[in-house]
C-alpha cells in the first residue's frame, strides 16, 4: 500500500479559471483537480450551450476520471450552479473514464468544480475548487 502523508485538519485550494463564452452550439471543456500528496487526480468533461432563445446557460457533464494508485476512502465530484442544486457524483472506479450524463441550466456565467478526496476513514479531506467564469460576448 501507498504511504499516506498525513494531515491534521482538512486542506482546500482554489483556482479561477476563464473559459470562453457560451453560443448556442455546446463547449467542451476538462476540468482537471487533485491532491497530488495524496496521489489523487480527477477530471470532469462537461459541456456547456447557451439555450436559443433565453439567457440561460445549460450545462452538462459527460464523464468524469478518478486516477489514484489505490482506492480512496471517499471522494466526490460536483459542479455547482448558480440556483440548482449540484450535479454530483461519487466514484467508485479508478484510473477509468466513468459516463455522468447530468445538466441544468442557470443565468449565471460562474459555477465551481470540486474535486473532494478522503484517504483514509474518518480522516481529514483535500477540496481543489475550480471556479470557471464563462467570457462575455
Known amino acids: 500500500m501507498t504511504d499516506i502523508p498525513k494531515l491534521d485538519k482538512d486542506v482546500e485550494k482554489t483556482e479561477h479559471i476563464t473559459a470562453s463564452a457560451p453560443s448556442t452550439t455546446p463547449t467542451k471543456m476538462t476540468v482537471e483537480g487533485g491532491y497530488a500528496p495524496w496521489g489523487f487526480s480527477g477530471k470532469i468533461e462537461l459541456e456547456y450551450s447557451l439555450v436559443p432563445g433565453s439567457s440561460k446557460i445549460l450545462v452538462r457533464t459527460l464523464r468524469y476520471f478518478l486516477g ?57 479531506t483535500a477540496t481543489d475548487r475550480k471556479i470557471i467564469n464563462l467570457a462575455t460576448l
Open 68 to 124: 489514484a494508485s489505490y482506492t480512496p476512502e471517499y471522494s466526490k465530484f460536483s459542479i455547482e450552479l448558480f440556483g440548482v442544486r449540484p450535479l454530483e457524483v461519487s466514484p467508485r472506479y479508478i484510473n477509468a473514464w466513468e459516463t455522468w450524463g447530468s445538466g441544468d441550466e442557470t443565468t449565471s456565467r460562474t459555477f465551481t468544480a470540486l474535486f473532494i478526496f478522503q484517504a483514509m476513514p474518518g480522516g481529514p
